[in-house]
């Protein structure tokens, strides 16, 4: 058996998921985002990979074997917590380090 990195076999996943959701259109589709904004994906984004698991078909942790075990949890958190306050989340850029650092930014 060939021997596959974690970033490796993240892309690889990315190509998984986008034919589960027959093409990037699609998947573009029930993101509410644009195809281009996919197709410019080299691995699917670990907030989008935490959106895509909300569907039901795929956990964050396996599109994203690269990241951290858990991290879904910090968008979860962060999405309970911006509900509370009544906000969009879409609005907001979310951040994690290698320190395991989080921030949250607004984007205008």
């Given at each position: 058996m060939i021997s596959t990195n974690m970033t490796e076999l993240s892309n690889m996943r990315m190509d998984e998921v986008i034919?589960?959701?027959l093409g990037g259109g699609n998947l573009a589709r029930k993101l509410n985002i644009s195809h281009p904004a996919?197709?410019?994906w080299n691995k699917i984004p670990a907030f989008r990979a935490y959106q895509?698991?909300?569907?039901g078909d795929f956990t964050s942790e396996y599109i994203r074997p690269d990241l951290p075990k858990g991290f879904s949890k910090i968008f979860?958190?962060?999405e309970d917590?911006?509900?509370l306050i009544d906000?969009?989340?879409s609005e907001y850029k979310?951040?994690?380090?290698?320190?395991?650092?989080?921030?949250?930014?607004?984007e205008w």
């Open positions: 034919c589960e959701y996919i197709s410019k895509i698991s909300k569907f979860a958190a962060i917590t911006l509900e906000e969009d989340f979310v951040v994690i380090t290698k320190e395991k650092k989080v921030g949250v930014t607004l």
